[in-house]
């Protein structure tokens, strides 16, 4: 017995290496996946230049829309005067539906990519409402060629049907049916006023940013055209007549 424990006492010491030699051979570790510096550093500034790229790109685009702005807002001769008076913040128009007078749907948001000169009123259009519809129509006609970058549009706001002798007028502009809280949550009348003692002016872009006063007949209406002519001709770099995205709502 004590010799075979002998033999195999000094076979493990044959087979195990010296101390020192064990000692001198390090570990070997291998790191998988991770990118080097110089490449994360490079994805990153990609991103951001792609990012700065983007935003430069958008500015370019609403460079013209801005400096119209900019010049009708801003940049006045002295004794200037707005006869409307301008919203500040301007109100875009909201996402809802409205429908024609035979019953169609159409997103309100459809009129976009046209200068809009907007009445509201019921629908059976007191002598107010009807001296805005004949005030609509002919600020649109005195605006001569360019009367095609406006449309005029009557927002009725409640469930009755126009009477059928307003149906020539109707036939120039757009007649639509809006829900009066939608409404009442986009555009707003003056202190003391209602909603319906108004003009509203709305740009192509869909905002709504003038309101013409509720003193507005037709003794004052040159000065309400004076309005129109500024703003378009501030615009004319970047508007032009027509929806360019989409048809006319259907009256």
Same mark, same amino acid.
């Given at each position: 017995?004590? !010799?075979?424990?002998?033999? *195999?006492?000094?076979?493990?010491?044959?087979?195990?290496?010296?101390? @020192?030699?064990?000692?001198? @051979?390090?570990?070997? #570790?291998?790191?998988?996946?991770?990118?080097?510096?110089?490449?994360?550093?490079?994805?990153?500034?990609?991103?951001?230049?792609?990012?700065?790229?983007?935003?430069?790109?958008?500015?370019?685009?609403?460079?013209?829309?801005?400096?119209?702005?900019?010049?009708?807002?801003?940049?006045?001769? @002295?004794?200037?005067?707005?006869?409307?008076?301008?919203?500040?913040?301007?109100?875009?128009?909201?996402?809802?539906?409205?429908?024609?007078?035979?019953?169609?749907?159409?997103?309100?948001?459809?009129?976009?990519?046209?200068?809009?000169?907007?009445?509201?009123?019921?629908?059976?259009?007191?002598?107010?409402?009807?001296?805005?519809?004949?005030?609509?129509?002919?600020?649109? @006609?005195?605006?001569?060629?360019?009367?095609?970058?406006?449309?005029?549009?009557? #927002?009725?706001?409640?469930?009755?049907?126009?009477?059928?002798?307003?149906?020539?007028?109707?036939?120039?502009?757009?007649?639509?049916?809006?829900?009066?809280?939608?409404?009442? $949550?986009?555009?707003?009348?003056?202190?003391?006023?209602?909603?319906?003692?108004? #003009?509203?002016?709305? *740009?192509?872009? !869909?905002?709504?940013?003038?309101?013409?006063?509720?003193?507005?007949?037709?003794?004052?209406?040159?000065?309400?055209?004076?309005?129109?002519?500024?703003?378009?001709?501030?615009?004319?770099?970047?508007?032009?007549? $027509?929806?360019? *995205?989409?048809?006319?709502?259907?009256?």
């Amino acid at each position: 017995m004590s !010799g075979f424990n002998s033999s *195999d006492a000094s076979f493990a010491r044959a087979s195990s290496p010296p101390p @020192e030699r064990a000692a001198a @051979e390090p570990l070997g #570790l291998s790191v998988h996946g991770l990118p080097a510096a110089g490449e994360a550093m490079q994805a990153v500034q990609r991103t951001r230049s792609g990012r700065w790229q983007m935003i430069g790109v958008l500015l370019v685009c609403a460079a013209p829309v801005i400096a119209s702005y900019f010049t009708y807002y801003v940049v006045r001769p @002295e004794g200037r005067r707005n006869f409307g008076e301008l919203i500040q913040p301007q109100r875009a128009l909201p996402d809802v539906q409205a429908r024609t007078l035979a019953g169609a749907s159409v997103p309100l948001a459809s009129l976009k990519g046209q200068w809009l000169l907007v009445s509201v009123a019921g629908g059976q259009c007191n002598a107010a409402c009807e001296e805005h519809l004949y005030l609509q129509r002919q600020l649109r @006609e005195s605006l001569g060629r360019e009367k095609d970058r406006l449309d005029w549009v009557w #927002l009725v706001n409640d469930a009755a049907q126009p009477p059928a002798a307003l149906a020539p007028a109707m036939a120039q502009g757009q007649v639509l049916r809006v829900d009066g809280q939608a409404l009442a $949550g986009w555009l707003e009348p003056a202190p003391g006023q209602r909603i319906e003692d108004h #003009l509203y002016l709305v *740009d192509p872009m !869909g905002h709504w940013m003038m309101r013409m006063p509720a003193s507005l007949d037709k003794s004052t209406a040159a000065k309400a055209k004076r309005d129109l002519d500024r703003l378009l001709r501030a615009a004319s770099s970047w508007d032009t007549a $027509g929806r360019p *995205d989409a048809a006319a709502p259907t009256r």
